[in-house]
T-cell receptor, first 115, second 113 residues
């Protein structure tokens, strides 16, 4: 079926380094959401992007939605130990993928802080 | 406190023994959904419900049933569990069926022997 590809699967960084995860869809999305899942926890909503080319910031986190609404990224500046977890994107298709009310999830990027 | 609750949190069972995982939300949300999470595969949607008595299949519905008789509850039923249904299960809800923030339950870790 249709997928949202998310890369990389893992990223190891030193504390203080930056982190970026990317999501790519083969079809146009109506919106994309980002979630964070701490180890042993459940996904927690971070943000939703709707507009073409949209950029939103939450403190050290920057979220972007591509001009064509087919890709998105999450960038964390100067990672801290509290950033550890897996980051998921979830895209809602504009049309074509099953129901209009389904989200298609990326496989997630696990952020690991090197000791 | 606004929340999604799931029970049980952990369950070990044997092949073929029917089980139900309950999900309840106290936020008057229209939309509810069940996901399973497996390593390297992210979250895959099993079933979702847009409102009372309205349910539909997600990406991996085989072997599962759901019902939505009340707005707050959305139980997941495994009539005859098999080992390939060993997974971490999450229930989620959102205010509107058209989208928006999903609130997740704490998860149910199911092992089928």
């Amino acid at each position: 079926g249709q997928q949202v590809m998310q890369i990389p699967q893992y990223q190891h960084v030193q504390e203080g380094e930056d982190f970026t995860t990317y999501c790519n869809s083969s079809t146009t999305l109506s919106n994309i959401q980002w979630y964070k899942q701490r180890p042993g926890g459940h996904p927690v909503f971070l943000i939703q992007l709707v507009k073409s080319g949209e950029v939103k910031k939450q403190k050290r986190l920057t979220f972007q939605f591509g001009e064509a609404k087919k890709n998105s990224s999450l960038h964390i500046t100067a990672t801290q130990t509290t950033d550890v977890g897996t980051y998921f994107c979830a895209g809602k298709s504009r049309s074509g993928w099953g129901s209009n009310y389904q989200l298609i999830w990326g496989a997630g990027t696990k952020l690991i802080i090197k000791p | 406190e606004a929340q999604v609750t799931q029970n049980p949190r952990y369950l070990i069972t044997v092949t073929g023994k029917k089980l139900t995982v309950t999900c309840s939300q106290n936020m008057n949300h229209e939309y509810m959904s069940w996901y399973r999470q497996d390593p390297g595969l992210g979250l895959r949607q099993i079933y979702y419900s847009m409102n009372v008595e309205v349910t539909d299949k997600g990406d991996v519905p085989e072997g599962y049933k759901v019902s939505r008789k009340e707005k707050r509850n959305f139980p997941l039923i495994l009539e005859s569990p098999s080992p390939n249904q060993t997974s971490l299960y999450f229930c989620a809800s959102s205010l509107r069926r058209e989208g928006g923030e999903q609130f997740f339950g704490p998860g149910t870790r199911l092992t089928v022997l």
